[in-house]
T-cell receptor
């Protein structure tokens, strides 16, 4: 069956450093991959989408890479700030819009 | 940006009663909406795909008679949890892709916290 794995442990980094989150998947060929931010008790907020034929996408301080051979995506937040502290979710999508989510990685940025 | 709302934001009900949760797209029309459930410290699990004007498509293992979905208009989908039990207590979230943009970009509602006592 399909499986998505994200860094299971919380990630603690110092303000100003780059946070790198990992998303690995098996038994699936997604049409695209998305990253979301989720704060406690709130719904996910869309951050970035990368399609299967794309290698890298950037948006302000965010960068995502997508390696369909390794079945892996890396999500980077550069110049991290305490306000970036949240849980980040990786999601794989099909052509119909259905998403399969990873369990999320909790990021904590210390001042 | 595209906004999706949910009502209520939280609800407490007694075991055996039914609860209706609304999902609205406020500034766009959504022919498709998705319903997810999230247990504490766990991932979002897709429950069903709601299609305007037709029956919902349920994921494997989701009881369609227990979780009734009605997509009555292009801006409203409802999820009714029938004969709720404590194990149905969870965070229910809907999402919708804005039709005027990339279909793959989805916007999520703020979620509804259901507690069944």
């Amino acid at each position: 069956s399909q499986k998505i794995e994200q860094n299971s442990e919380a990630l603690n980094i110092q303000e100003g450093k780059t946070a790198t989150l990992t998303c690995n998947y098996t038994n699936y060929s997604p049409a695209y991959l998305q990253w979301y931010r989720q704060d406690p008790g709130r719904g996910p907020v869309f951050l970035l989408l990368i399609r299967e034929n794309e290698k890298e996408k950037r948006k302000e301080r965010l960068k995502v890479t997508f390696d369909t051979t390794l079945k892996q995506s890396l999500f980077h937040i550069t110049a991290s700030q305490p306000a970036d502290s949240a849980t980040y979710l990786c999601a794989l999508g099909d052509q119909g819009g259905k998403l399969i989510f990873g369990q999320g990685t909790e990021l904590s940025v210390k001042p | 940006g595209a906004v999706v709302s949910q009502h209520p934001s939280w609800v407490i009900c007694k075991s055996g009663t039914s609860v209706k949760i609304e999902c609205r797209s406020l500034d766009f029309q959504a022919t498709t909406m998705f319903w997810y459930r999230q247990f504490p410290k766990q991932s979002l699990m897709l429950m069903a795909t709601s299609n305007e004007g037709s029956k919902a498509t349920y994921e494997q293992g989701v009881e369609k008679d227990k979780f009734l979905i009605n997509h009555a208009s292009l801006t409203l989908s409802t999820l009714t949890v029938t004969s709720a039990h404590p194990e149905d207590s969870s965070f229910y979230i809907c999402s919708a892709p804005p039709g005027t943009r990339d279909f793959y970009e989805q916007y999520f509602g703020p979620g509804t916290r259901l507690t069944v006592t």
